[in-house]
């Protein structure tokens, strides 16, 4: 079936420094999605990406997809501490209704 | 609105116990999912469904059963729990190309099985 996996699984940062986690798919995809979690609360969607090679930017997050659709990246810029929590991605299989999510990457940003 | 909302918020269950995590929302949306975290852990998805009377499984669908009578509702049953049921349980809503498949979650589900 199809995997998703996330590297890199923890990264802890100097506030003001860069982040930046990949997302790896078995399969094709329709589209993916970033997904950001605070401790102990549930995913909250910040974006999604359907086009080969599509970036997009939210402020200091940049979003990318592979040109094969098949892995992903977000890069934050000049962490702050509000940026602290696991970051998700979720891909959809093509053909099919149902999103895998990927293992997560837990950011702590040190100030 | 008030979203996707789950109850209960915690359970304790005792190995072999059964129970039903509650899931509804007011979103009209068509498709719904079941997810399971476990301790630091990414989503596992366990059912979903994309519509009523319609309803698939996902990744880790053993041990649980669901059901969607209503648009409104995807109700969990947990038949037999065991210690590895013990996680915290996500249902979540979207309506896809809304301009984007965005998914909804609830605040989740605590349950421990001991």
């Known amino acids: 079936g199809q995997q998703v996996m996330q590297i890199p699984q923890y990264q802890h940062v100097q506030e003001g420094e860069d982040f930046t986690t990949y997302c790896n798919s078995s399969?094709?995809?329709?589209?993916i999605q970033w997904y950001k979690q605070r401790p102990g609360g549930h995913p909250v969607f910040l974006i999604q990406?359907?086009?080969?090679?599509e970036v997009k930017k939210q402020k200091r997050l940049t979003f990318q997809f592979g040109e094969a659709k098949k892995n992903s990246s977000l890069h934050i810029t000049a962490t702050q501490t509000t940026d602290v929590g696991t970051y998700f991605c979720?891909?959809?299989?093509?053909?099919?209704?149902?999103?895998?999510f990927g293992t997560g990457t837990r950011l702590k940003v040190l100030a | 609105n008030a979203g996707v909302t789950q109850t209960p918020k915690f359970r304790i269950l005792k190995i072999g116990q059964s129970m039903t995590l509650q899931c509804t929302q007011d979103?009209?949306?068509?498709?719904m999912y079941w997810y399971r975290q476990d301790p630091g852990m990414g989503l596992k998805l366990i059912y979903y469904?994309?519509?009523?009377?319609?309803?698939d499984k996902g990744e880790v669908p053993n041990g649980y059963n669901v059901s969607r009578s209503t648009t409104e509702d995807f109700p969990l049953r947990l038949e037999l729990a065991a210690p590895s049921q013990t996680s915290v349980y996500f249902c979540?809503?979207?309506?896809?190309?809304?301009?984007?498949?965005?998914?909804?979650f609830g605040e989740g589900s605590w349950l421990t099985v001991v």
């Open positions: 979540a809503s979207s309506r896809l190309g809304s301009p984007a498949d965005t998914i909804y």
């Open positions: 399969t094709t995809l329709s589209n």
């Open positions: 990406l359907v086009k080969s090679g």
């Open positions: 979720a891909g959809r299989e093509s053909g099919t209704y149902k999103y895998i």
């Open positions: 979103m009209n949306h068509n498709y």
């Open positions: 469904s994309v519509g009523a009377g319609i309803t």
